[in-house]
């Protein structure tokens, strides 16, 4: 009965736990930029077919992978999309990310297709297979912000920030958010290749990525739009990057969810404990004597440490009446320790 309530009780409290909102959600839907393909397509209406049957495909996929490409029809008119968010993002915020990004694809229609970047995801479509793409001519960047105070300090610290990404992203499967600090001034970035491409494609899109930034300098803000990755710097911090002290949501969530089991498995733990211990109540009983006798051993100890306690309190009582000497004794100390750190 006690551990059939135990077990109710737990699975609540780990219910409620996970109803909590651990993570605000904030899927970075920020408009960057559209650009829409100047080729049209033979049959339009399939073209809206194709389209929303890959969203309704990618819409499960996009929230397990943050990822998703796929391609559906015939010549000419084969429509391809690929999708990813940023990887900091939660599968629900990434998933909230496609959910609004997607829409804005088929406005370019009739067009064969078109990119849109967000802050935080992305999505293309065309008439051909464009997934291993790294540079197009249609890449761009976007200087905004305002233009830095202490330039010398920014700019190092951009260029730090930069150069770590492009060491670091193409073999943590092409993303990287960090920042870097020069004489008090921080720069933030994040750089994100989509993962469809291998190492050295990803490293080959962020080094363009990462040339085409540095002349944003000194604008405070910077985002590279290539067909094969995303890259953006900043003056402030816009996500929970990896090399500070912040924690991602995931993680805080992560370590949470750890903590719970953590919990449950002591709540069991003492549900096991109470069980135990009713079946050992009798040998417990028979044990009672000799528990008896070990209580009182117990309890001489206690008194013995309650007299040297009061030992000790009478000899500081004593030793304050003495209070000159004292006093004169640990100002000396002092003293000493004093010079020593000097
Ligand atoms: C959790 O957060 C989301 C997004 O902010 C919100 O829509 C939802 O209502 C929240 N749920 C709870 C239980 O607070
Ligand atoms: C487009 O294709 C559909 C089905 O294949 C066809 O019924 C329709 O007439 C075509 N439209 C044009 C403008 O070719
Ligand atoms: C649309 O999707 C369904 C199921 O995913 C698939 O069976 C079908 O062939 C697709 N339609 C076209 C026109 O490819
Ligand atoms: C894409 O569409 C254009 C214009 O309709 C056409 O010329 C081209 O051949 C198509 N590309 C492919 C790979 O079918
Ligand atoms: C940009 C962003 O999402 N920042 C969040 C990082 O995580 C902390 C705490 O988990 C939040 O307070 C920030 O808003």
């Not at 993570?23 to 393909?37: L, N």
């Not at 229609?109 to 078109?114: A, D, H, N």
């Not at 096991?272 to 109540?281: A, E, P, R, T, W």
């Not at 030793?319 to 100390?333: I, K, M, P």
Request: glycine share 6%.
């Amino acid at each position: 009965m006690a551990t059939h309530s135990l077990l109710i009780f737990s699975l609540a409290i780990y219910a409620m736990a996970f109803s909590i909102n651990l993570s605000r959600a904030d899927p970075r839907t920020d408009y960057v930029m559209r650009m829409c393909g100047k080729v049209h397509v033979q049959n339009v209406s399939n073209y809206f077919k194709y389209y929303s049957n890959i969203t309704d495909y990618m819409q499960d996929e996009i929230y397990r992978n943050k990822f998703a490409f796929k391609d559906v029809g015939e010549p000419p008119d084969r429509l391809y999309v690929l999708a990813q968010c940023m990887d900091d993002l939660t599968n629900e915020e990434c998933a909230m990310c496609f959910t609004q990004i997607s829409t804005l694809i088929p406005s370019c229609f009739p067009s064969t297709g078109g990119r849109v970047y967000f802050d935080g995801c992305f999505i293309r479509a065309d008439n051909y297979s464009f997934y291993r793409e790294v540079l197009g001519p249609e890449d761009t960047k976007r200087c905004s912000g305002r233009i830095v105070n202490k330039r010398q300090e920014f700019s190092v610290a951009v260029d730090e920030v930069l150069s770590q990404m492009l060491l670091k992203a193409p073999s943590f499967r092409g993303f990287a958010s960090m920042h870097e600090t020069s004489n008090g001034i921080s720069a933030y970035g994040m750089a994100s290749c989509w993962k469809i491409l291998d190492r050295d494609l990803c490293s080959n899109c962020l080094s363009e990525a990462v040339a085409s930034a540095l002349s944003c300098i000194p604008s405070t803000e910077a985002r590279v739009l290539n067909a094969g990755c995303f890259l953006r710097y900043s003056d402030t911090s816009f996500a929970n990057d990896s090399n500070g002290g912040d924690y991602s949501e995931e993680e805080v969530f992560s370590y949470a969810t750890y903590i719970m089991g953590v919990g449950l498995i002591c709540v069991f733990a003492i549900g096991i404990g109470v069980c135990v211990g009713k079946l050992s109540y009798r040998r417990k009983i028979r044990l009672k004597q000799s528990k008896e006798t070990e209580d009182l051993v117990l309890e001489e100890r206690v008194q013995y440490m309650q007299f040297k306690y009061a030992t000790l309190d009478t000899a500081t009582q004593s030793f304050s009446d003495s209070n000159r000497l004292g006093r004169g004794g640990f100002g000396e100390v002092f003293k000493v320790s004093e010079t020593r750190t000097a």
